[in-house]
């Protein structure tokens, strides 16, 4: 009696209505307490499987797994690393000028109704502030810039940095030994599954998802920095990597990079219709890339209805912040290929479809 007991609690559990929304509502809390060591694991989690194919490959050739997972993190430490260097430098100057800019902005958008003495007399004002040669205008919060605040933050995103390609390389490593000493542990208790077959056709097809997300988001970010760059945009490439970067939260992403993008291009340039031209490229691009490119790619099989990732994204941005967001939509992609392979899962699976 005592050994069919625990084995038999989960089903007790999701039988009752009221246990399911408790055991549900007590998970959510503890993701939301435990934010802070889970979305390291998650982010690495996930980049592990992207990377994966290639320890395999390698391994297949000779490469021992923990040298070739090595290797791998240490190319993506230092892309990250030179990306970091490259970009900081101008999106600090851009958040420090961001009290003058929005003034600028505010001033090209008052109503038709205002004067034209008030409206020349303000920005005068502005300029008069803007106008200062070697001393740029730095945001005070409690005694200190701006750039100040930025760089104490650093400490925090290093070390989650840092914490997130260990477990990366501990995930390429030694993940596969972990999944097959599961696999034993479950047979030992009696419980014949199909725990590494599931798991590797799981993985493999993640693997493809999350590597071909990836690429189509690496290439719609060099041709935004490209056609930025083409329109006389001022730092293309710090625009075409957050355009790359947000558009793994879809519609919420894309529509954040497209405003940033509307209200440099209008601080930029003085005509109208050449303000007009780099917001509208990039709604061109995002609508093809979202319309034609990533379903003919992806297929139908993976296609995720729109309802439940804009729902996603908004949910995980709640319970993780801005990391919760990016992770949204691979979430769900891991649920909805998970369902398809595992029986009881797949009620499941065809919710989130399309």
């Given at each position: 009696m005592n050994d069919r007991w625990p084995r038999a609690l989960p089903a007790a559990v999701w039988s009752s209505p009221a246990l399911s929304v408790l055991a549900l509502l007590a998970i959510l809390y503890s993701a939301y307490l435990a934010r802070s060591l889970l979305i390291p694991m998650a982010l690495a989690l996930m980049l592990s499987l992207v990377l994966t194919p290639a320890v395999r490959t390698m391994h297949r050739k000779g490469v021992p797994k923990a040298v070739s997972a090595a290797g791998l993190v240490a190319l993506l430490f230092a892309a990250i690393a030179y990306a970091l260097l490259a970009l900081s430098g101008p999106a600090v100057s851009w958040l420090e000028r961001a009290p003058v800019l929005m003034q600028?902005?505010?001033?090209?958008?008052?109503?038709?109704?205002?004067?034209?003495?008030?409206?020349?007399?303000?920005?005068?004002?502005?300029?008069?502030?803007?106008a200062v040669e070697?001393?740029?205008?730095?945001?005070?919060?409690?005694?200190?810039?701006?750039?100040?605040?930025?760089?104490?933050?650093?400490?925090g995103l290093v070390v989650g940095a840092v914490s997130i390609l260990f477990l990366?390389?501990?995930?390429?490593?030694?993940?596969?030994?972990?999944?097959?000493?599961?696999?034993?542990?479950?047979?030992?208790?009696?419980?014949?599954?199909?725990?590494?077959?599931?798991?590797?056709?799981?993985?493999?097809?993640?693997?493809?998802?999350?590597?071909t997300i990836t690429a189509i988001n690496v290439v719609l970010g060099v041709v935004v920095t490209v056609t930025l760059y083409l329109l006389g945009m001022p730092n293309p490439?710090?625009?075409?990597?957050?355009?790359?970067?947000?558009?793994?939260?879809?519609?919420?992403?894309?529509?954040?990079?497209?405003?940033?993008?509307?209200?440099?291009?209008?601080?930029?340039?003085?005509?109208?219709?050449?303000?007009?031209?780099?917001?509208?490229?990039?709604?061109?691009?995002?609508?093809?890339?979202?319309?034609?490119?990533?379903?003919?790619?992806?297929g139908r099989n993976l296609a995720l209805n729109p309802l439940v990732v804009f729902v996603s994204i908004v949910f995980w941005m709640w319970l993780w912040g801005i990391p919760g967001a990016l992770m949204a939509v691979p979430i769900l992609a891991i649920l909805k290929i998970s369902g398809d392979r595992i029986e009881h899962l797949q009620p499941m699976a065809r919710v989130l479809g399309r």
């Open positions: 600028r902005l505010e001033l090209e958008l008052i109503p038709l109704k205002e004067t034209v003495r008030e409206v020349a007399e303000a920005a005068k004002k502005v300029e008069e502030m803007a070697g001393a740029a205008p730095t945001v005070e919060v409690a005694g200190s810039s701006l750039r100040g605040l930025i760089y104490a933050h650093t400490r990366l390389y501990f995930f390429l490593a030694w993940g596969g030994v972990l999944m097959r000493r599961l696999e034993s542990w479950l047979r030992l208790e009696g419980r014949e599954t199909p725990l590494r077959e599931i798991g590797r056709q799981v993985q493999a097809e993640l693997s493809r998802y999350l590597a490439a710090l625009w075409g990597v957050m355009a790359g970067l947000l558009n793994f939260a879809p519609y919420i992403g894309p529509f954040v990079t497209l405003v940033i993008i509307a209200i440099v291009s209008m601080l930029t340039f003085d005509a109208p219709v050449q303000s007009l031209l780099p917001p509208a490229a990039f709604l061109l691009l995002t609508a093809l890339e979202g319309q034609l490119i990533t379903p003919s790619i992806v």
